[in-house]
């Protein structure tokens, strides 16, 4: 698939906190799925192996956000997930939708609103981080997290891929 067509079929069913022009981050990264998975089963698997360095960084951002009156996140669990309903928590995140093409997570502070969409369709796997940030903490905090996100979410669609492609040639 052309990357162009590539990029159309990753937005198609994205969900986003608020139109993109009021947002203060939005990423959208995709990978053709060598085999179709579910948005959960994709999310378990790429945090099934912690990339190296994460949480050390989930250390880091809670000893400094810390300071500034935020609630400690821990980091995300290598903790499988068969089976999450809305309403849930998956790790620190609330599970807004889910279903065989959608996962929607948020977290929603003073700071900032978070929402990581999952979707999967046609072949394509899609992960969409949007952001809206509410005051000077919430700017501040982003300046570092916008890159590593962007990074962190490339590395885990690679590995990602790269364990389907296994999974997928030996059986």
């Not at 162009?4 to 937005?11: E, F, G, K």
């Not at 790429?46 to 809670?62: E, Q, S, T, Y």
Request: with cysteine.
């Amino acid at each position: 698939m052309a990357p162009t067509s590539l990029a159309r079929a990753a937005t198609a069913r994205i969900q986003i906190l608020a139109p993109a022009a009021e947002l203060d981050f939005l990423d959208t990264q995709s990978i053709v799925l060598p085999v179709q998975i579910t948005p959960l089963e994709a999310w378990t698997l790429m945090h099934a192996r912690p990339l190296p360095g994460l949480k050390l960084a989930f250390k880091l951002r809670d000893a400094v956000s810390a300071c500034f009156g935020v609630k400690r996140i821990g980091g995300i669990s290598s903790k499988p997930h068969t089976d999450v309903q809305t309403g849930d928590k998956l790790d620190f995140f609330l599970v807004e939708a889910v279903s065989d093409t959608l996962l929607t997570l948020t977290v929603r502070d003073r700071h900032l609103d978070v929402m990581t969409c999952l979707s999967s369709s046609n072949g394509i796997l899609s992960v969409t981080s949007s952001v809206k940030t509410h005051n000077m903490f919430g700017r501040a905090y982003m300046i570092p997290v916008r890159p590593a996100h962007k990074l962190i979410v490339a590395m885990s669609l690679k590995r990602l891929r790269q364990a389907l492609e296994q999974r997928s040639a030996a059986g």
